[in-house]
């Protein structure tokens, strides 16, 4: 049964006149009638009943219009959900996140303004090392991702680095490092982290940050005493307000446990800056995904525009105050 001869019947039982409905439906009188009998044919039921002056509904009828305005209602509501669906308003999206990603300010704000964009997309959220995200979303399993540094580049995944942070070193508080340095804002120098027993985040799950530490630290004749490797960042702190070791973390996990961490410049930090890096894929079709990543960027261009601006103003004050 086409949606066009329940619009017809509609039509005809609301006016309740043959002609009328055919001039509201922009069609000619005569095509209308042979449709609203071939609808009855096709019923196997008598839908009017034809007086002088125009139409009215049979019993059948009425139960009909019944059945035909819910089928249109529902019919109206899909084709709704369909286009919300094209523009990317509608749908399921998953994202998943490293727990380092996820403490950047930048993650939450993301989040909030891609609801406030679009409400009606259900938004699922998981968290993980930078390994499994990856491999799930190599797998299709998920839609996005933020994490730090990359741990593999499968192919049909694209990887952009959206920030950039320093680093810093994380110390039990009370450690003897930290008495005085942070008043002095004094920065802890990579031979001292490397004399103390550091601890490490596995390199299977993320070992961007850390083989960097690992292979500065070597480059300059120092010997790192590693004595944990843990799966995520979060059991790297925990550790280390335990008191079992010394962890370096990007700038923005500074405030973790701080009743129980000291946190300190670290001399070395240009060095071993931490990125945060947005995984997408290439032959994305999810519409919610791609306009999730355009807003990623966006928001990424917008929160480094100040810190750009800034670095241009000091430098042209550096110039002026230059001595010839």
Do not use: W
């Not at 335990?242 to 946190?263: D, K, Q, R, T």
């Amino acid at each position: 049964m086409e949606t066009r001869a329940l619009r017809y019947f509609l039509a005809v039982a609301q006016t309740g006149h043959m002609t009328r409905a055919a001039e509201q439906l922009g069609i000619q009188q005569p095509p209308l009638s042979v449709q609203i009998k071939a609808l009855e044919r096709q019923l196997g039921m008598a839908l009017f009943r034809r007086h002088p002056r125009g139409v009215a509904l049979t019993d059948a009828g009425r139960a009909f219009q019944a059945e035909a305005e819910r089928l249109m209602q529902d019919m109206a509501a899909m084709e709704a959900r369909m286009a919300r669906l094209a523009r990317g308003e509608a749908g399921v999206l998953s994202v998943g996140f490293t727990s380092s990603a996820a403490a950047h300010r930048f993650v939450p704000q993301a989040l909030r303004e891609f609801r406030r964009q679009y409400p009606g997309v259900e938004l699922q959220i998981s968290e993980n090392n930078a390994a499994d995200l990856t491999e799930a979303l190599a797998a299709g399993r998920l839609h996005g991702g933020l994490l730090r540094v990359p741990v593999a580049a499968p192919p049909g995944l694209v990887f952009e680095t959206l920030l950039r942070e320093p680093v810093l070193a994380a110390l039990p508080v009370g450690h003897r490092l930290v008495a005085g340095r942070r008043s002095a804002g004094k920065n802890l120098s990579l031979a001292e982290l490397c004399e103390e027993p550091l601890i490490l985040v596995r390199r299977a799950g993320a070992p961007g940050l850390y083989a960097d530490l690992l292979a500065l630290a070597h480059a300059r004749g120092l010997r790192p005493q590693v004595v944990a490797e843990v799966d995520r960042m979060m059991s790297n702190l925990n550790l280390v307000a335990a008191g079992v070791g010394l962890s370096v973390v990007p700038a923005s996990m500074e405030g973790v446990h701080a009743h129980a961490i000291a946190y300190l410049p670290l001399a070395d930090a240009a060095a071993l800056d931490a990125p945060l890096t947005l995984v997408s894929r290439e032959d994305q079709d999810n519409l919610p995904a791609q306009r999730f990543t355009a807003l990623v960027r966006a928001l990424a261009t917008q929160a480094a525009a100040p810190k750009s601006a800034s670095v241009r103003a000091t430098a042209r004050r550096t110039r002026k105050t230059a001595v010839p």
